[in-house]
């Protein structure tokens, strides 16, 4: 299978700890986005990279999240001290901006619950 | 602000029974509009993109259409295996997906 992939795929932590989560994206794609979903609601923006450059990041994201994507290819998305509040899907996005179309595909999201 | 609302929000249709789900949206400069499928404890799974309006695109039972103002996706004489919960969104100026909440279909025998 070449399409995203997601690693834990659950986490379970308890509040105040620290967790890492890993996204894979579809080979050659130069773009991965991050975004959260929370129940009943569609995912919500959080930052994306163009290669190995953080582009934009959402207002939601407060300074205990940072997102990294070393050498353009893999990222990882740490949460320090977690709250309860931070319980939802993770859920990355990779595409390949060709032409103006940036069609983004989704990997299986990582299911955070904070205790 | 950038905005999309899909309708309904739940949708029950017995197998067979066609209808047409709604995404309206208000973005300044629209760059695409995405269909996506949900199922229950996974990503979303890529469908459709439309760029104009009056562009339409098809695959098995489902059609999307596209206006200035909305998108309708019409399910064709649906199986169970079409529940699920279908997503819209909008990329405007900026490279962020934009999404309504989802319509959740179920499709019963």
């Known amino acids: 299978d070449t399409g995203v992939s997601q690693d834990p795929r659950h986490k379970i932590t308890k509040r105040g700890q620290n967790v890492t989560f890993r996204c894979d994206p579809i080979?050659?794609?130069?773009?991965l986005y991050w975004y959260r979903q929370t129940l009943g609601q569609g995912p919500e923006f959080l930052t994306y990279?163009?290669?190995?450059?953080?582009?934009?990041k959402s207002r939601l994201l407060s300074d205990r999240f940072s997102a990294e994507r070393p050498k353009g290819s893999f990222s990882t998305l740490e949460i320090q001290r977690t709250e309860q509040g931070d319980s939802a899907m993770y859920l990355c996005?990779?595409?390949?901006?060709?032409?103006?179309?940036?069609?983004?595909?989704f990997g299986p999201g990582t299911r955070l619950t904070v205790l | 602000e950038d905005q999309v609302t899909q309708s309904p929000e739940a949708l029950r249709l017995q197998e067979g029974e066609s209808s047409s789900l709604n995404c309206s949206y208000t973005?300044?400069?629209?760059?695409?509009l995405f269909w996506y499928r949900q199922d229950p404890g996974k990503g979303p799974e890529f469908l459709f993109t439309?760029?104009?309006a009056g562009e339409e695109k098809e695959k098995e039972r489902l059609k999307a259409t596209l206006t200035k103002k909305e998108s309708f996706l019409h399910i064709t004489a649906p199986k169970p295996e079409d529940s699920a919960t279908y997503l819209c969104?909008?990329?405007?100026?900026?490279?962020?997906?934009?999404f309504g909440t989802g319509t959740r279909l179920q499709v019963f025998p």
């Open positions: 439309l760029y104009s």
């Open positions: 996005a990779s595409s390949l901006v060709a032409g103006g179309v940036d069609t983004q595909y």
């Open positions: 969104a909008v990329q405007a100026r900026a490279d962020k997906l934009i």
């Open positions: 973005v300044s400069g629209l760059r695409g």
């Open positions: 990279f163009q290669n190995e450059a953080q582009l934009e």
């Open positions: 080979s050659e794609h130069n773009r």
